[in-house]
């Protein structure tokens, strides 16, 4: 890919926390219009990487890049401005309030005519959620609640989205349907770094795959060839 082509930038990051490092030397291209996906046994640092992005916590060490700027001491409320949107995997929504509050909370900066259109866009993308609107949360299945989760991050028209696992728990057929949604992101022109232990479904739908262990980036490479290389999947991808 083009160098013009690359919207977000982790240089040799290194981060934990506390005095535990949990990443080390971590480097990281994500590029405009693609599917990014990040694979690796529990613990090896995934979730970690993609909090030192958003801003949860700081890296000890390197530097983050969006769209050409340092943005490595930006906060999440800063960077939700400059275009990056990121889903947690838990606790990604406010279960004691109903779906249009949820999404109200996503899009809590914008005017009025902003909130309407952006609602618009996201019902578009996810109309299973127009009939839930005054639905609570706490009422919707395990794959709605996905759907508003990413909604809400989507609330405020990101052009990068960090999903951090988003099919967890979910049935089969549903984690097809999530993927689904994400494919429709990159459709959109988003670019999405997604980290997932549905390791082969995700990479079948990413441009890119990055293999984590020990807190390292251990390769990176097409997603086609990670799938096809019989030493990952072997490790990773359970043969």
Request: proline share 3%; hydrophobic share 40%.
């Amino acid at each position: 890919m083009n160098e013009e082509n690359i919207v977000l930038r982790a240089n040799n990051i290194s981060a934990g926390y506390g005095e535990q490092i949990i990443i080390r030397n971590i480097n990281l291209n994500l590029y405009e219009s693609s599917i990014k996906t990040i694979i690796g046994p529990n613990g090896c640092g995934k979730s970690t990487f993609l909090k030192s992005i958003s801003g949860i916590i700081n890296p000890v060490e390197g530097n983050i890049d969006i769209f050409g700027e340092d943005v490595t001491e930006l906060n999440t409320f800063e960077l939700s401005k400059i275009g990056l949107g990121y889903v947690p995997q838990s606790e990604n929504i406010f279960p004691s309030l109903s779906v249009e509050d949820n999404l109200k909370m996503g899009g809590y900066i914008l005017n009025s005519e902003e909130y309407k259109n952006n609602l618009e866009k996201v019902l578009e993308m996810f109309p299973d959620l127009r009939d839930k609107l005054s639905d609570s949360s706490s009422n919707l299945s395990g794959g709605q609640r996905q759907m508003l989760a990413l909604s809400r991050a989507l609330m405020l028209d990101p052009k990068i989205i960090m999903l951090d696992e988003p099919t967890a728990g979910l049935s089969p057929i549903i984690v097809d349907e999530v993927l689904e949604n994400i494919i429709s992101l990159k459709k959109s022109r988003l670019s999405v770094l997604l980290v997932e232990q549905n390791a082969r479904k995700a990479l079948s739908v990413s441009d890119y795959g990055v293999v984590f262990s020990f807190g390292e980036k251990v390769m990176e490479d097409d997603a086609y060839k990670i799938l096809s290389d019989k030493e990952i999947s072997k490790l990773y991808l359970g043969g």
